[in-house]
């Protein structure tokens, strides 16, 4: 199976290292990923807040895209690594299939832009190929740098379970879990893996937003968790860039590492920090990484 | 609040809009609103509700009783970052992050949210430069962002950006589509449409309104 | 009964049509003049007129006056449906000495004006409903119904409060009534709670008078640990397999000593106890609690080492004095025929880790409300002390309303009970622990007879109570007071902020549910449900213990969640109306059913693996079959298969079901 890979506009900037981290992994299981040409922005929370019809045709001429390079075959596979966008394309691709009225606006619109929906379309996420996808020992069977006496908290965050669970448990997911137990890492159990970081509102409303950011970091770290993997690029940003400022506003230092699973994986697989975008991080997962392997991580 | 204001807050049912729960109610999904009982379990889960001045449960209530200028000014539904907790966890299924939605989007039509609060220009900005490129460059927007709620917090900010811009996380190179008039006729279709009904649009609809 | 009225004795029948107004239900929307001057233009109609309530005594004056008059012989109402009025007209044809059968309904309302909105096509197709039933009562018969003699035992399933109440009246009144529990004891639900609501009364000592009656009275058959496995027949002669399960003890030795319970080779308990709802362990041997009725021990099978793999020195049977003990004791069959049956089958309560946000069963001190019944129950595994795991008592309590219920993710339904046993879990762990309880509730239900009285009694006794549905319990600590507690989170949406209460105890007030193999058992007695699973009444406001199958009746909590005195209650009506049926001695079954024209018959014996009720015999000599219509229920099964045409249905004969679609198609 082929699958197309969208983007979306952060893992293009603040997110580079989930795109990188991303194409590396899964270049290394031999799955194949090919970017959606002239893909556009799914609209985010924004575009929901000023025009939902708006919204809706977004992610439309992004599916009548895929459709297009997909070409004959069934269905095209679109993975959507950004939890973002993963909500907005996996929403609007239930609105237009559950509301007719709806979808006749929508195809007329798309029909003025010379494109069309065919409803030949499932959006993934990597998570979901990677547990539902592959054969079950593929992912093992990379491991070159297990990941022994790592602790891990997996964080999901809201838009993956949240209101679709379409490929893991809403309350208790499993997928990351599973990940990081086939890497040979220890999850640490937490019941803050769905709880919201704050989303936007840790960058422009601070006083609200650092303070759901620092609830998960002061668990995590309380739970003694070397590390934080996460699937949402907002997730990791909020949770890795304002910690020094959150050590400031808390009175309490923080200082843990926070990365994607995908670079937790390709680390696990023995490639290099650099194809893994693991230069691009505000607190260093090195001495993490050395826990481990029981001695000096060097950077590879 | 320390000094008493001698606020009267009573409320005449000619203060109110009877009509306003069904245009709300008009979105898809959106009748489940009617069935509130009114238990408290999304203000319950939310984990910002400690913030806002009406929970999301007493929007509901407002939104049921008419109280249109309160809630479409409210800054509760921009505080709101559309965790969906409490959708999920609602006894009667309403959709609470799809109702919050709409009335940002009400608020932004009426012209009457908050004006310098960072949420609603967030997206407005994020919303203009889509329109325009196909995608959003987050360099600009956050810089628009500050330059038009708070211009001093550029230089808090700084440090920030610059460190994201060391690691190669942020750029000012624009990025946009390529078939930028595909887009554009495609959104035209929809500038004058909306999903959130209003009521003259209800009743020819042959709707039962309050 | 009289016919002196014989039918059309010139060939010619005299058809009377009365068009009912049913108020405003049928007029508002047919145009009952237009029916009426259609009805007359129909053959063989010699009177067609309408009437505001024809169900009323004076519009039944009417068809009897034109009866005795000898205006009509035949009558056809246009009206509501048979189910509602046919026995109403039919009663009043024959109090006018003419035969009841002789009668057709027309349902212009439930068919028409209550589901087409046009009034034109209403009246249409009043107009065709109406020659439809003209066309067919032409060719009706008079008939008779057979009277069936009425068993006069009865059989009340289920040994809780509901089932016990009924057996107990039944059997006062006089008659034989088996009652089959299927546990090893009789008390149900209610032998677990220590005390009841609102008076506190301590439940066993109001319950075990009961069960103590019911093990004493002469006319009670009790078998318990058995369930009913098949069910035959009809009203007033029902045919019921009760299976007994084995024991391993002989009930009428066995005197509950304890002794083989003590000489068990497990010392301790293997496996959760069920009585105890899992808080304790129980060993193999056993008796579910001190007052079992019967007090008999049992043995499980599943894990006794004896009965699974034969290799134990048998202490019990050493110990037991009166030799009750028997490792060969089988499944017994017993057959009995009664005329009525009870079903007092009861409930389960909502499995709480179906929401996992409340963490029941992922943190230790979360207990549902029945949990914590047995805690306060002085005979229960903590000997009615309220008591953390680690043994200690709880300083603070929250208390969680409307678990699994008013949830239309588990059940859209209030369940009744629960705003009232959690105040009175409220009151109970008060007094025994001292510790802050808070209740979380969304609206506080108390309608019954010194409830809301008892509310006001918990409220003076310094229960915090905040109106709030809970929307998580975690153990995250954002504050030192809440480190190693259990942290409720809820809105407190009368004062209108959030809070969170860190408590070390929760008691999660857990609804009523059908029992899980409520389906099993509704085919058994051939009962249907509701959409919930609980079983269905006759009428929701007007014969809640009466089921659609005569003979069966409901009581207690599975016909839906009620308290106690509602389930006595009901029980009292459940067996007031199987008295009815089975003082009056008789039922009248209806004639509408299938017979062999002789001289059609092949003897091709297509019918008898057919027919459900095994109503068909063969005479091997004449070699044709014939119907038993006392066992015959009607259902056409056999008239529908026999290809020569044979087997008719009296009501259904073809002739009479063609006429009818005549009728509709010819107007039409």
């Given at each position: 199976?082929?699958?197309?890979?969208?983007?979306?506009?952060?893992?293009?900037?603040?997110?580079?290292?989930?795109?990188?981290?991303?194409?590396?992994?899964?270049d290394?299981?031999?799955?194949?990923?090919?970017?959606?040409?002239?893909?556009?922005?799914?609209?985010?929370?924004?575009?929901?807040?000023?025009?939902?019809?708006?919204?809706f045709?977004l992610?439309?001429?992004?599916?009548?895209?895929?459709?297009?390079?997909?070409?004959?075959?069934?269905?095209a596979?679109?993975?959507v690594?950004?939890?973002?966008?993963?909500?907005?394309?996996?929403?609007?691709h239930?609105y237009?299939?559950?509301?007719?009225?709806?979808?006749?606006?929508i195809?007329r619109?798309?029909?003025?832009?010379?494109?069309?929906?065919?409803?030949?379309?499932?959006?993934r996420?990597?998570?979901?190929?990677?547990?539902?996808?592959?054969?079950?020992?593929?992912?093992?069977?990379?491991?070159?740098?297990?990941?022994?006496?790592?602790?891990?908290?997996?964080?999901?965050?809201?838009?993956?379970?949240?209101p679709?669970?379409?490929?893991?448990d809403?309350?208790?997911?499993?997928?990351?879990?599973?990940?990081v137990?086939?890497?040979?890492g220890e999850?640490?159990?937490?019941p803050?893996?769905?709880?919201?970081?704050?989303?936007?509102?840790?960058?422009?409303?601070?006083?609200?937003?650092?303070?759901l950011?620092?609830?998960?970091?002061?668990?995590?770290?309380?739970?003694?968790?070397?590390?934080?993997?996460?699937?949402?690029?907002?997730?990791?940003?909020?949770?890795?860039c304002?910690?020094?400022?959150?050590s400031?506003?808390?009175?309490?230092?923080i200082?843990?590492?926070?990365?994607?699973?995908?670079?937790?994986?390709?680390?696990?697989?023995?490639?290099?920090d650099?194809?893994?975008?693991?230069?691009?991080?505000?607190?260093?997962?090195?001495?993490?990484?050395?826990?481990?392997?029981?001695?000096?991580?060097?950077?590879? | 609040?320390?000094?008493?204001?001698?606020?009267?807050?009573?409320?005449?049912?000619?203060?109110?809009?009877?009509?306003?729960?069904?245009?709300?109610?008009?979105i898809?999904?959106?009748?489940?609103?009617?069935?509130?009982?009114q238990?408290?379990t999304?203000?319950?889960?939310?984990p910002?509700?400690?913030?806002?001045?009406?929970?999301?449960?007493?929007?509901?209530?407002?939104i049921r009783?008419?109280?249109?200028?309160e809630?479409l000014?409210?800054?509760?539904t921009?505080?709101?970052?559309?965790c969906?907790?409490?959708?999920?966890?609602?006894?009667?299924?309403?959709?609470?992050t799809?109702?919050?939605?709409?009335?940002?989007r009400?608020?932004?039509?009426g012209?009457?949210?908050?004006?310098?609060?960072?949420?609603?220009?967030?997206a407005?900005?994020?919303?203009?430069?889509v329109?325009?490129y196909?995608?959003?460059?987050?360099?600009?927007?956050?810089?628009?962002?500050f330059?038009k709620?708070?211009?001093?917090k550029?230089?808090?900010?700084?440090?920030?950006g610059?460190?994201l811009?060391?690691q190669?996380?942020?750029?000012?190179k624009?990025e946009?589509?390529?078939?930028?008039?595909?887009?554009?006729?495609?959104?035209?279709?929809?500038?004058?449409?909306?999903?959130v009904k209003?009521?003259?649009?209800?009743?020819?609809?042959g709707?039962?309104?309050? | 009964m009289?016919?002196?009225?014989?039918?059309?004795p010139?060939g010619?029948p005299?058809?009377?049509?009365y068009?009912?107004?049913c108020?405003?239900?049928?007029?508002?929307?047919?145009?009952?003049q237009?029916?009426?001057?259609?009805?007359?233009?129909?053959?063989?109609?010699?009177?067609a007129?309408?009437?505001?309530?024809?169900?009323?005594?004076?519009?039944?004056?009417?068809?009897q006056k034109d009866?005795?008059?000898?205006l009509?012989?035949r009558?056809?109402?246009?009206?509501?449906?048979?189910?509602?009025?046919?026995?109403?007209?039919?009663?009043?044809?024959?109090?006018?000495?003419?035969?009841?059968f002789?009668?057709?309904?027309?349902?212009?309302?439930?068919?028409?004006?209550?589901?087409?909105?046009?009034?034109?096509?209403?009246?249409?197709?009043?107009?065709?409903?109406?020659?439809?039933?003209?066309?067919?009562?032409?060719?009706?018969?008079?008939?008779?119904?057979?009277?069936?003699?009425?068993n006069?035992?009865?059989l009340?399933?289920?040994?809780?409060?509901?089932?016990?109440?009924?057996?107990?009246?039944?059997?006062?009144?006089?008659?034989?009534?088996?009652?089959?529990e299927?546990?090893?004891?009789?008390?149900?639900?209610?032998?677990?709670?220590?005390?009841?609501?609102?008076?506190?009364?301590?439940?066993?000592?109001?319950?075990?008078?009961?069960?103590?009656?019911?093990?004493?009275?002469?006319n009670?058959?009790?078998?318990t640990?058995?369930?009913?496995?098949?069910?035959e027949?009809?009203?007033?002669?029902?045919?019921?397999?009760?299976?007994?399960?084995?024991?391993?003890i002989?009930?009428?030795?066995c005197?509950g000593c304890y002794?083989?319970?003590?000489?068990?080779v497990?010392?301790?308990?293997?496996?959760k106890?069920?009585?105890?709802?899992g808080?304790?362990?129980?060993r193999?041997?056993?008796?579910?609690?001190?007052?079992?009725?019967?007090?008999v021990?049992?043995?499980?099978?599943?894990?006794?080492?004896?009965?699974?793999?034969?290799k134990?020195?048998?202490p019990?049977?050493?110990a037991?004095?009166?030799d009750?003990?028997?490792?060969?004791?089988?499944?017994?069959?017993?057959?009995?025929?009664?005329?009525?049956?009870?079903?007092a089958?009861?409930?389960?309560t909502?499995?709480?880790?179906?929401?996992?946000?409340?963490?029941?069963?992922?943190?230790?001190?979360?207990?549902?409300?029945?949990?914590?019944?047995?805690?306060?129950?002085?005979?229960?595994?903590?000997?009615g002390e309220?008591?953390?795991?680690?043994?200690?008592?709880?300083?603070a309590v929250?208390?969680?309303?409307?678990?699994g219920?008013?949830?239309c993710?588990?059940?859209?339904?209030?369940?009744?009970?629960?705003?009232m046993?959690?105040?009175?879990?409220?009151?109970?762990?008060?007094?025994?622990?001292?510790?802050?309880?808070y209740?979380?509730?969304?609206?506080?239900?108390?309608?019954?007879?010194?409830?809301?009285?008892?509310?006001?009694?918990?409220?003076?006794?310094?229960?915090?109570?905040?109106?709030?549905?809970v929307?998580?319990?975690?153990?995250?600590?954002?504050?030192?007071?809440?480190?190693g507690?259990?942290?409720?989170?809820?809105?407190d949406?009368?004062?209108?902020?959030?809070r969170?209460?860190?408590v070390?105890?929760?008691?999660l007030?857990?609804?009523?549910?059908?029992?899980?193999?409520?389906?099993?058992?509704?085919?058994?007695f051939?009962?249907?449900?509701?959409?919930?699973?609980?079983?269905?009444e006759r009428?929701?406001?007007?014969?809640?213990?009466?089921?659609?199958?005569?003979?069966?009746?409901?009581?207690?909590?599975?016909?839906?969640?009620?308290?106690?005195?509602?389930?006595?209650?009901?029980?009292?009506?459940?067996?007031?109306?199987?008295?009815?049926?089975?003082d009056?001695?008789?039922?009248e079954l209806?004639?509408?059913?299938?017979?062999?024209q002789?001289?059609?018959?092949?003897?091709?014996?297509?019918?008898?693996?057919?027919?459900?009720?095994?109503?068909?015999?063969?005479?091997?000599?004449?070699?044709?079959?014939?119907?038993?219509?006392?066992l015959c229920?009607?259902?056409?099964?056999?008239?529908?298969?026999?290809?020569?045409?044979?087997?008719?249905q009296n009501?259904?004969?073809?002739?009479?079901?063609?006429q009818?679609?005549?009728?509709?198609?010819?107007?039409?």
């Amino acid at each position: 199976m082929s699958y197309i890979y969208y983007p979306g506009c952060s893992l293009k900037s603040t997110g580079r290292a989930y795109e990188e981290s991303l194409l590396t992994v899964f270049d290394a299981l031999d799955v194949p990923l090919k970017e959606l040409e002239d893909w556009n922005c799914c609209g985010a929370t924004a575009y929901m807040s000023i025009s939902e019809l708006k919204a809706f045709a977004l992610s439309a001429r992004n599916f009548a895209l895929a459709e297009r390079q997909n070409g004959e075959e069934d269905y095209a596979e679109m993975v959507v690594p950004c939890a973002a966008c993963y909500l907005g394309l996996n929403k609007a691709h239930r609105y237009l299939a559950e509301h007719p009225e709806l979808r006749e606006t929508i195809d007329r619109a798309l029909e003025a832009g010379g494109l069309k929906y065919n409803d030949r379309v499932h959006v993934r996420h990597p998570l979901d190929v990677l547990i539902n996808d592959l054969a079950p020992d593929k992912i093992k069977a990379l491991v070159k740098r297990p990941l022994e006496g790592l602790k891990v908290a997996c964080y999901y965050g809201c838009q993956l379970v949240r209101p679709y669970a379409d490929f893991d448990d809403q309350h208790d997911p499993q997928t990351m879990d599973k990940i990081v137990k086939m890497l040979g890492g220890e999850v640490v159990d937490w019941p803050l893996k769905t709880r919201c970081c704050g989303g936007s509102l840790t960058g422009i409303v601070q006083d609200v937003g650092l303070r759901l950011s620092y609830i998960l970091l002061a668990e995590a770290r309380k739970r003694g968790c070397d590390l934080i993997v996460t699937a949402c690029p907002l997730c990791q940003f909020n949770l890795e860039c304002y910690q020094s400022r959150i050590s400031g506003i808390y009175g309490h230092k923080i200082n843990i590492p926070v990365i994607y699973f995908t670079q937790l994986m390709g680390h696990a697989f023995g490639l290099s920090d650099e194809k893994l975008g693991l230069k691009r991080v505000f607190v260093s997962p090195s001495r993490a990484f050395s826990k481990a392997e029981g001695g000096q991580h060097v950077h590879g | 609040m320390n000094k008493w204001q001698g606020w009267r807050k009573i409320r005449y049912e000619s203060d109110l809009d009877p009509h306003f729960v069904d245009e709300i109610a008009s979105i898809p999904g959106g009748e489940t609103l009617y069935s509130c009982i009114q238990c408290g379990t999304c203000s319950g889960m939310c984990p910002i509700s400690p913030y806002m001045d009406y929970t999301p449960r007493q929007i509901i209530a407002m939104i049921r009783a008419g109280f249109r200028g309160e809630v479409l000014s409210s800054y509760t539904t921009w505080l709101c970052a559309s965790c969906y907790s409490c959708t999920v966890e609602c006894p009667k299924d309403i959709k609470l992050t799809d109702i919050m939605y709409a009335t940002k989007r009400l608020a932004i039509r009426g012209k009457v949210y908050p004006k310098r609060f960072p949420t609603p220009v967030l997206a407005g900005e994020f919303f203009k430069a889509v329109e325009k490129y196909g995608r959003s460059t987050e360099s600009w927007l956050l810089v628009n962002l500050f330059m038009k709620t708070n211009p001093f917090k550029v230089f808090r900010q700084m440090g920030l950006g610059l460190r994201l811009f060391s690691q190669g996380r942020l750029s000012l190179k624009r990025e946009s589509i390529k078939r930028r008039g595909e887009l554009k006729s495609i959104l035209k279709v929809l500038e004058k449409e909306h999903m959130v009904k209003s009521k003259d649009e209800l009743v020819s609809a042959g709707k039962e309104v309050a | 009964m009289s016919t002196a009225n014989t039918p059309s004795p010139n060939g010619k029948p005299k058809i009377g049509v009365y068009v009912c107004h049913c108020g405003i239900n049928i007029a508002g929307r047919v145009d009952v003049q237009a029916t009426v001057e259609f009805a007359k233009t129909l053959p063989n109609v010699t009177v067609a007129t309408e009437y505001k309530f024809m169900c009323s005594d004076p519009g039944q004056e009417m068809i009897q006056k034109d009866l005795k008059d000898g205006l009509v012989d035949r009558v056809v109402v246009a009206s509501c449906s048979p189910l509602m009025h046919e026995a109403t007209f039919r009663r009043a044809m024959m109090a006018a000495d003419a035969n009841p059968f002789l009668f057709q309904m027309a349902n212009i309302r439930e068919h028409v004006s209550w589901v087409t909105l046009d009034k034109d096509a209403a009246t249409e197709k009043a107009k065709a409903l109406i020659a439809a039933a003209v066309k067919r009562i032409v060719l009706h018969r008079p008939l008779e119904k057979t009277r069936v003699p009425v068993n006069s035992d009865a059989l009340v399933v289920g040994g809780g409060i509901a089932g016990i109440h009924a057996a107990l009246t039944l059997a006062d009144a006089g008659r034989k009534v088996y009652l089959v529990e299927r546990e090893p004891t009789i008390g149900g639900h209610m032998a677990k709670f220590d005390k009841t609501f609102p008076t506190l009364d301590c439940s066993a000592c109001i319950l075990t008078p009961k069960m103590s009656a019911v093990r004493a009275h002469p006319n009670i058959t009790l078998w318990t640990y058995s369930e009913v496995a098949e069910v035959e027949g009809f009203v007033g002669n029902f045919q019921v397999k009760v299976k007994r399960k084995p024991r391993y003890i002989k009930e009428d030795l066995c005197v509950g000593c304890y002794e083989c319970v003590e000489a068990c080779v497990f010392k301790k308990g293997i496996v959760k106890d069920e009585f105890n709802v899992g808080l304790s362990k129980r060993r193999p041997i056993y008796i579910p609690f001190p007052q079992a009725t019967p007090l008999v021990a049992v043995i499980d099978p599943e894990t006794c080492v004896q009965i699974k793999r034969n290799k134990c020195k048998k202490p019990c049977v050493d110990a037991c004095e009166r030799d009750a003990i028997d490792f060969d004791q089988k499944e017994e069959i017993k057959e009995i025929d009664v005329g009525a049956i009870i079903l007092a089958t009861g409930f389960k309560t909502f499995d709480a880790g179906r929401i996992s946000r409340y963490g029941y069963g992922k943190y230790p001190n979360i207990f549902t409300s029945l949990e914590v019944e047995r805690m306060v129950n002085a005979a229960g595994p903590t000997t009615g002390e309220v008591l953390l795991k680690n043994g200690e008592k709880p300083k603070a309590v929250g208390i969680v309303h409307c678990v699994g219920s008013r949830d239309c993710k588990t059940n859209a339904y209030c369940s009744r009970v629960c705003c009232m046993y959690s105040l009175k879990l409220a009151h109970l762990i008060k007094e025994r622990t001292g510790a802050e309880v808070y209740n979380f509730y969304i609206d506080m239900r108390t309608p019954g007879k010194g409830y809301e009285e008892f509310y006001e009694k918990l409220l003076k006794e310094n229960v915090h109570f905040i109106r709030g549905r809970v929307a998580e319990i975690s153990d995250w600590a954002t504050i030192p007071e809440e480190e190693g507690k259990l942290v409720i989170r809820a809105e407190d949406t009368l004062v209108g902020a959030v809070r969170r209460i860190p408590v070390d105890m929760v008691v999660l007030s857990v609804g009523m549910e059908p029992h899980e193999d409520v389906d099993e058992v509704r085919r058994v007695f051939n009962v249907s449900c509701s959409h919930e699973g609980w079983f269905l009444e006759r009428h929701p406001k007007l014969a809640p213990v009466s089921t659609f199958t005569d003979g069966v009746f409901l009581a207690g909590a599975c016909q839906g969640p009620k308290d106690i005195p509602d389930c006595v209650a009901q029980a009292g009506a459940a067996a007031a109306e199987a008295l009815v049926l089975i003082d009056r001695g008789y039922v009248e079954l209806e004639p509408n059913t299938a017979y062999v024209q002789e001289e059609f018959c092949s003897g091709c014996k297509i019918c008898l693996g057919l027919c459900p009720y095994g109503a068909i015999s063969f005479n091997d000599e004449k070699n044709i079959s014939s119907v038993n219509g006392a066992l015959c229920k009607g259902c056409g099964t056999c008239v529908a298969a026999c290809p020569s045409g044979a087997l008719q249905q009296n009501l259904f004969t073809d002739e009479q079901i063609l006429q009818e679609i005549e009728g509709v198609i010819s107007y039409v």
